[in-house]
């Protein structure tokens, strides 16, 4: 359960301006809903996703997530939350590009120190899921822009979050890898993970599998 | 979450390594070098004083030369009674000996006159040479050279005897009658050994004069003593004690100035500019990837972790590859190019059988000064891009 | 682990082992101590044959002032073997100062 209590952004500009991201927005997200956030380039979708995994801290408000106050943690456990409850596909896929695609996949899960049994079995498993066993050692940035973004969602996936997040995922892809993603999306949807995805992509404005629509604009939720 | 070592994050740090290969390469062979000059010069330097200090006990404890206007001059033989009466003096002993120039080869050769070549130290010169005829030594009419100056008589066309030129022009001509171990190189390379008559002929020495004195004496603790003695005596001479060789042995080479002065300053110099690259900032490449290793949930331990395995890494391996290259470079090789400056350009090529020397103190100053050092450069800038928010380092 | 984990730890294994070799084979060299010793106890002469292009290069311990100049009276160096060698503490003990007075 994800909950955005009177949260304000402010991003410092230059020495003195300011630019005010979010004002005072209030959100709740129940366990298994999958939401979509809409809304125009700078509305502040990009940074409701981030203070929801930690990446930022709000100016004011709070962020509450699975009943922890993640606004409030100390740097080395935001790592830890995200490393346990989030995946995040990011809108530039932020993969290592001189990495194998199966490398990128388990880096999350690196400081962990898995069982490597059990690892390989998990990896088997993501990699045919997404249609890539035969690019496991495949360079990424030798990969196609398809490919690059199921290895996206798969290390997003690697350590069964209860929260994905997905920023713009669709904006650098064509219709057909747009829809083909939908389809993952709907695979993903079991009723206890919940999914949050931002977009202004028309395609997801009208799927059925998305439980609730959120406007956004100049960082107020209409 | 198991306690054993994390191999995936090891793993990790060594693809790192490789995967910025040429910057990575770069450091490797140029730490690699430094340290390999260093530590080979260091060797060196600690064999030569080993050797010396393994011989230290052999010489002589007082040795006394008679100065002149600033000059070493000869000593009268007379003085020899007046020091045999100071009190713990056990033995004086009369030296004639100094340098011959052998102006065909452009060599100066060490001489050494002696008296001892009587039946009773047969098994002294066994010892010492490899093969010699101890009949023609007995007969005050032969030599023993070194293995430098047995080469360089062949190469200069004497086999077997040599003709020393007199001072007066006249010629001295002296059989070779054995040559000194190989093992005693070090020591004996350049040096003749024959009858104290012979020496006062070839240097036209007088039979009532010495080169210096040589002593012995009963006490070691006395020595000072005695040495003050003798300078009171004999005001004009030098006196020196086993003690101040030792001292002597120990500034053999002048830290302050010279090769080693030259050797530092250009080695730190370069060490400190590539700490000051690798200090100065992680490129935007690494930062960009320090940001995604923290979105995904690697804390700032974690990621500190990981550079410290690629800094120990690679600064580990150069100084250990440095190090055996080193040792066999200077021990095995006898160190090519390295050893013309310890020996200079003299045509006696000088032998440079080094004894294994290893001192602990220096090379884990040479350890410390570069690993941690390399290793804090490192870190520091992880660091401080580490510690930003995850969501800044990503743009 | 990775194939170039293990390629990496083995040669630092391989190195380090390479390093004891080398330190118990030169350990293990019969130290010839005692000829040196009766050869130095036979001559009674310091300094190593080591480097002899000068007199007082060779038998540094020995030397005097008068032996640097012997040749000039310029004090030429013998390039490498006096930049390498320092003088002998024992010429150093004769402490000598100018003053210019005014």
């Given at each position: 359960m994800i909950e955005l209590k009177n949260v304000t952004k402010e991003f410092k500009v230059g020495a003195n301006d300011k630019v005010v991201a979010l004002k005072d927005i209030n959100l709740h997200v129940k366990e298994g809903e999958i939401v979509l956030l809409k809304g125009p380039s700078g509305s502040g979708k990009s940074t409701i996703l981030s203070l929801i995994a930690a990446l930022n801290k709000p100016t004011s408000g709070e962020v509450i997530v699975d009943g922890k106050r993640v606004s409030k943690l100390a740097d080395n456990f935001t790592s830890l939350f995200r490393r346990e409850n989030i995946g995040f596909i990011f809108q530039r896929y932020n993969l290592i590009p001189t990495l194998s695609a199966k490398e990128n996949v388990i880096v999350p899960l690196i400081p962990s120190n898995p069982d490597s049994a059990w690892l390989n079995d998990r990896l088997k498993k993501l990699f045919t899921n997404f249609s890539l066993q035969t690019k496991m050692d495949v360079i990424v940035k030798n990969l196609s822009g398809g490919e690059q973004q199921r290895v996206a969602i798969a290390r997003a996936l690697i350590n069964n979050p209860s929260i994905i997040i997905a920023d713009e995922p669709t904006a650098n892809l064509d219709k057909k890898l747009s829809l083909e993603f939908i389809e993952i999306l709907k695979k993903l949807k079991n009723g206890k993970n919940s999914i949050i995805i931002a977009s202004?992509?028309?395609l997801f404005f009208d799927l059925d599998f998305i439980d609730r629509q959120i406007d956004i604009h100049n960082g107020e939720i209409s | 979450m198991k306690s054993r070592f994390n191999t995936f994050l090891f793993d990790f740090s060594i693809l790192s390594i490789f995967r910025r290969g040429s910057k990575n390469i770069f450091i490797f062979f140029v730490f690699t070098l430094l340290i390999f000059l260093l530590s080979s010069v260091l060797f060196i330097s600690n064999s030569i004083k080993s050797e010396l200090d393994t011989t230290l006990n052999a010489l002589p404890d007082i040795t006394v030369q008679r100065l002149q206007a600033g000059r070493a001059v000869n000593m009268p033989l007379s003085r020899v009674n007046k020091l045999l009466a100071i009190q713990g003096v056990k033995a004086v002993v009369p030296r004639v000996w100094g340098y011959y120039y052998f102006a065909n080869a452009g060599v100066n050769f060490s001489i050494v006159g002696i008296d001892s070549f009587e039946?009773?130290?047969?098994?002294?010169?066994?010892?010492?040479?490899?093969?010699?005829d101890f009949d023609a030594l007995k007969k005050n009419r032969s030599m023993l050279v070194g293995s430098g100056v047995k080469k360089i008589l062949q190469n200069n066309f004497y086999g077997k005897y040599f003709n020393f030129i007199k001072p007066d022009g006249g010629l001295v001509k002296?059989?070779?009658?054995?040559?000194?171990k190989g093992d005693t190189k070090l020591e004996?390379?350049?040096v003749i050994v024959l009858p104290a008559k012979k020496a006062r002929e070839i240097?036209?020495?007088?039979k009532d004069k010495a080169v210096d004195f040589v002593l012995r004496i009963a006490n070691p603790v006395e020595i000072p003593n005695i040495a003050a003695k003798i300078t009171a005596l004999y005001p004009d001479t030098r006196v020196i004690t086993k003690e101040e060789l030792s001292i002597s042995y120990q500034n053999l080479f002048d830290y302050k100035g010279g090769l080693f002065l030259a050797l530092f300053v250009i080695s730190a110099f370069t060490f400190f500019m590539i700490i000051y690259d690798k200090a100065s900032g992680v490129s935007s490449d690494e930062k960009r990837e320090i940001?995604?290793?923290?979105?995904?949930?690697?804390?700032?331990?974690?990621?500190?972790?990981?550079?410290?395995?690629e800094a120990f890494i690679i600064s580990f391996v150069s100084f250990v590859t440095a190090l055996c290259l080193s040792i066999f470079y200077v021990y095995f090789l006898n160190a090519p190019l390295l050893k013309n400056v310890f020996i200079g350009y003299s045509n006696l090529?000088?032998?440079?059988?080094?004894?294994?020397?290893?001192?602990?103190?220096?090379?884990?100053?040479?350890?410390?000064?570069t690993v941690p050092i390399y290793i804090a450069a490192t870190i520091i800038p992880s660091w401080r891009v580490a510690s930003m928010d995850a969501d800044e380092v990503m743009r | 682990m990775k194939l170039i984990t293990i390629f990496t730890l083995s040669f630092m294994f391989l190195i380090s082992s390479l390093i004891c070799i080398e330190v118990i084979y030169l350990n293990m060299q019969d130290k010839r101590a005692t000829e040196?010793?009766?050869f130095v106890k036979l001559i009674g002469l310091p300094d190593l044959a080591i480097s002899n292009e000068t007199h007082y290069v060779r038998h540094r311990s020995l030397s005097d002032t008068f032996s640097i100049f012997s040749n000039s009276p310029t004090l030429s160096e013998n390039f490498p073997s006096t930049f390498v060698y320092n003088y002998s503490d024992i010429q150093k003990n004769l402490p000598s100062r100018i003053e210019i007075e005014k």
């Amino acid at each position: 359960m994800i909950e955005l209590k009177n949260v304000t952004k402010e991003f410092k500009v230059g020495a003195n301006d300011k630019v005010v991201a979010l004002k005072d927005i209030n959100l709740h997200v129940k366990e298994g809903e999958i939401v979509l956030l809409k809304g125009p380039s700078g509305s502040g979708k990009s940074t409701i996703l981030s203070l929801i995994a930690a990446l930022n801290k709000p100016t004011s408000g709070e962020v509450i997530v699975d009943g922890k106050r993640v606004s409030k943690l100390a740097d080395n456990f935001t790592s830890l939350f995200r490393r346990e409850n989030i995946g995040f596909i990011f809108q530039r896929y932020n993969l290592i590009p001189t990495l194998s695609a199966k490398e990128n996949v388990i880096v999350p899960l690196i400081p962990s120190n898995p069982d490597s049994a059990w690892l390989n079995d998990r990896l088997k498993k993501l990699f045919t899921n997404f249609s890539l066993q035969t690019k496991m050692d495949v360079i990424v940035k030798n990969l196609s822009g398809g490919e690059q973004q199921r290895v996206a969602i798969a290390r997003a996936l690697i350590n069964n979050p209860s929260i994905i997040i997905a920023d713009e995922p669709t904006a650098n892809l064509d219709k057909k890898l747009s829809l083909e993603f939908i389809e993952i999306l709907k695979k993903l949807k079991n009723g206890k993970n919940s999914i949050i995805i931002a977009s202004h992509d028309p395609l997801f404005f009208d799927l059925d599998f998305i439980d609730r629509q959120i406007d956004i604009h100049n960082g107020e939720i209409s | 979450m198991k306690s054993r070592f994390n191999t995936f994050l090891f793993d990790f740090s060594i693809l790192s390594i490789f995967r910025r290969g040429s910057k990575n390469i770069f450091i490797f062979f140029v730490f690699t070098l430094l340290i390999f000059l260093l530590s080979s010069v260091l060797f060196i330097s600690n064999s030569i004083k080993s050797e010396l200090d393994t011989t230290l006990n052999a010489l002589p404890d007082i040795t006394v030369q008679r100065l002149q206007a600033g000059r070493a001059v000869n000593m009268p033989l007379s003085r020899v009674n007046k020091l045999l009466a100071i009190q713990g003096v056990k033995a004086v002993v009369p030296r004639v000996w100094g340098y011959y120039y052998f102006a065909n080869a452009g060599v100066n050769f060490s001489i050494v006159g002696i008296d001892s070549f009587e039946d009773q130290y047969r098994d002294l010169y066994t010892k010492l040479c490899d093969k010699f005829d101890f009949d023609a030594l007995k007969k005050n009419r032969s030599m023993l050279v070194g293995s430098g100056v047995k080469k360089i008589l062949q190469n200069n066309f004497y086999g077997k005897y040599f003709n020393f030129i007199k001072p007066d022009g006249g010629l001295v001509k002296v059989k070779i009658a054995g040559v000194f171990k190989g093992d005693t190189k070090l020591e004996s390379n350049d040096v003749i050994v024959l009858p104290a008559k012979k020496a006062r002929e070839i240097f036209g020495i007088d039979k009532d004069k010495a080169v210096d004195f040589v002593l012995r004496i009963a006490n070691p603790v006395e020595i000072p003593n005695i040495a003050a003695k003798i300078t009171a005596l004999y005001p004009d001479t030098r006196v020196i004690t086993k003690e101040e060789l030792s001292i002597s042995y120990q500034n053999l080479f002048d830290y302050k100035g010279g090769l080693f002065l030259a050797l530092f300053v250009i080695s730190a110099f370069t060490f400190f500019m590539i700490i000051y690259d690798k200090a100065s900032g992680v490129s935007s490449d690494e930062k960009r990837e320090i940001g995604i290793l923290k979105a995904v949930g690697w804390t700032i331990d974690d990621i500190l972790k990981e550079k410290f395995y690629e800094a120990f890494i690679i600064s580990f391996v150069s100084f250990v590859t440095a190090l055996c290259l080193s040792i066999f470079y200077v021990y095995f090789l006898n160190a090519p190019l390295l050893k013309n400056v310890f020996i200079g350009y003299s045509n006696l090529k000088p032998a440079f059988d080094l004894p294994f020397s290893f001192d602990f103190q220096t090379f884990a100053i040479i350890f410390f000064l570069t690993v941690p050092i390399y290793i804090a450069a490192t870190i520091i800038p992880s660091w401080r891009v580490a510690s930003m928010d995850a969501d800044e380092v990503m743009r | 682990m990775k194939l170039i984990t293990i390629f990496t730890l083995s040669f630092m294994f391989l190195i380090s082992s390479l390093i004891c070799i080398e330190v118990i084979y030169l350990n293990m060299q019969d130290k010839r101590a005692t000829e040196k010793e009766t050869f130095v106890k036979l001559i009674g002469l310091p300094d190593l044959a080591i480097s002899n292009e000068t007199h007082y290069v060779r038998h540094r311990s020995l030397s005097d002032t008068f032996s640097i100049f012997s040749n000039s009276p310029t004090l030429s160096e013998n390039f490498p073997s006096t930049f390498v060698y320092n003088y002998s503490d024992i010429q150093k003990n004769l402490p000598s100062r100018i003053e210019i007075e005014k």
